[in-house]
C-alpha cells in the first residue's frame, strides 16, 4: 500500500533445475547476491538502463520495468518479514535439448507468485530478456508500444498465487533493429541473440578469395566462360560441398547449435553444361535454381550428419531458389524463406505466396523460418502492409514456420502500428487483426483514434492502387514511389492528420498528442 511499500528483493540466479527453485511458501534463496549475467550477457541496452534501473528500484521497493513510466505498486501479499523477492532462474531446458524438435517443446517460460515471492522462469540464458518481458506486460499490464512510449495500465497489482507457463508459438523470433530499439525488441517478445538465427549469406565466407585460390574448381564460370569467383560456388561439383561441410564441422565441434550455408547475395551462378540441368525455368522474375542449390545443400547436410546427426544448417530460400525444389530436403536443413509481403496487394500473389508457404512446410525439413521486410526508412511514406504482415505469419505458422526474421528500421511516427502487429502475431499467431488494430488505435490515439485510422487506411489505400506486377521489393529506394501518393490523397491524408491533432489535444492523455505529433513530423517529410 502507499503507506507500507514491502521491501522488493531482486535475485538473478544461475542455472537450477525448476525442481531446485523456491518453494510457493515463498522461503526463498539465500541473502546472498547472485551473478547477473545471463541479463547483463543477453540483453544489449536492456543492461543498461532496465538491469540497473530493475535493481535500485527493487531496493527501495518498487519493481519496474522503465525509467519512464509510472508507480506498479506492491506486487504480491509480502511473506514474513515484509519482504517480496523477486528471482529469475535459468531452467536450463534448452541446453542440450537434442534437436529442434526437442527445442520447441522445450522453449517453455513460468511465473511462479509464492507467498513474498515471485520466480521468472526461462529455458536458456538468451531468452532471459523474453521472460522479463512476459513478467512485465502479463502480470504488471505494461505496453511497450514504441522505444520512447510505454504504458504502465495499472497502478497496483495483486497477483494469484500459482504458476502459469508460457510456451511462444515460435522458437525464436527477431526484428534486425538499431541498438536503441533493442530494448523494445527483447520487452515485446522478440530475441536479441539466439543460435536458430544462422542462415544468412554464408557461403561469402566459406568460399573465401583463399579457399577459391586452393580449390579453382569451385569457382563458376560465367556466360562469356571466364571463371568469376563474385558467383555463387559451383553447387554442382562435389569439392563444395565438401568445402561446406568441413566448415560446418568446425563450428558443431565447437557446440553450435546451427551453421548458416545460405547463398551469397547474388544472383550469379555457374553456366557450365553441368549446372544449366538444374534449371527450371524462372520464378516470380528470377531464374530458378532451387534443384541446384538445395541438391548442393543436401549434400552437405549428408555429410554432416555422419558425424553431427543433429547439426542444423540453415540457409536461404531468397530470389534464385525462393521457389521449394522438386525433391524432399534433409530433415537438418532449415530454409528461411523471404518474401516482400508489400505485394500481398495483388491478390494472385499473395494465394501464390501462402501455396508456396504451404509446399514448403512438406519439403521434408523438421521446421523452417520466415523472412520479412517490414521497412520502415527508406520508405519515406507509410508503408501500411501491417495486414499483409499478419497474415503471412499465420499462414506460415500454420504450416510448420516455428522461425521468424525481419529487417525493420522502422520511422515510429508511420510504423508503430505494423511493428506493434509483429509482435503480437508472433506471440498468438491466430490473433485476429481488425480486433488487434481496434484495440490498438484505441490504446494508442486516444480520441484521435478514428481519425488516425483514417490516415493509415488512406496510406494503404496508395499501396493498393499499384497496377504493375509484383516485384521484389520494387518501390525499394525507388524516389518515383511517392507519385503514389497524388495531390487529392496527400490532401485527404493531411486533413485526417489535422482533425487528428485537434482530438489529440483535448485527450486527458497528453502521451496522444506526442503520437499523433510525431507521425505528422514523419508526413512533412512525405510531403
Known sequence: TPRRRPQVELFIGEKRAVSDLPGAAGDGLSDESVSNSHLSENCGSLRGRDGREIAKKARGGVFVGSVRGGFLGSFAKPGKHGRIRIYLQNSGALEGSGGIVSAMDSAVFEIVVGVGSIRIVYPAPWKAPQAVGIFLRKYCKAVYYTPDDSDYRKSSLVFKRGIRRFKPPFLSAMVFGREEEHRWLSLNGFDLRSPYMRFSHNLSSIFSGEVCKSFPQTISVSASGRPDSSAQPNFSNYISADIAAAAAARAFEKSAAMFSIGIKDTQQVDCSASSAKFKRGYFRGYADWSNAVFEFSNRVANKVGEKYPGGLLGCLA??????????????????????????????????????????????????????????????????????????????????????????????????????????????????????????????????????????????????????????????????????????????????????????????????????????????????
Open 318 to 527: 531468397y530470389l534464385i531458389c525462393t521457389n521449394a525444389p522438386d525433391f524432399k530436403l534433409h530433415e537438418n536443413l532449415v530454409p528461411f524463406v523471404a518474401t516482400d509481403r508489400g505485394n500481398y496487394f495483388d491478390a494472385d500473389f499473395r494465394r501464390q505466396d501462402f501455396l508456396l508457404l504451404k509446399k514448403w512446410g512438406a519439403c521434408g525439413s523438421q521446421t523452417f523460418g520466415i523472412y520479412d521486410y517490414l521497412y520502415g526508412s527508406p520508405y519515406l511514406f507509410p508503408r501500411e502492409i501491417s495486414e499483409y504482415v499478419h497474415a503471412g505469419i499465420s499462414v506460415a505458422h500454420d504450416f510448420n514456420a516455428r522461425l521468424y526474421f525481419a529487417e525493420a528500421n522502422p520511422i515510429w511516427g508511420f510504423d508503430a502500428f505494423k511493428m506493434n502487429v509483429v509482435a503480437r502475431t508472433i506471440e498468438n499467431p491466430d490473433i485476429d487483426f481488425n480486433g488487434l488494430k481496434k484495440e490498438f488505435f484505441s490504446s494508442y490515439y486516444g480520441r484521435a483514434a478514428a481519425k488516425m485510422a483514417e490516415f493509415f487506411g488512406l496510406a494503404r489505400g496508395a499501396l493498393d492502387s499499384r497496377r504493375d506486377s509484383p516485384q521484389w521489393l520494387r518501390l525499394f529506394k525507388a524516389e518515383n514511389s511517392i507519385m503514389l501518393y497524388d495531390e487529392n490523397r496527400i490532401e485527404k491524408m493531411q486533413a485526417a492528420l489535422s482533425e487528428a491533432a485537434e482530438l489529440a489535444y483535448s485527450d486527458k492523455n497528453p502521451a496522444v498528442r506526442a503520437r499523433v505529433g510525431e507521425t505528422a513530423r514523419a508526413f512533412e517529410l512525405t510531403k
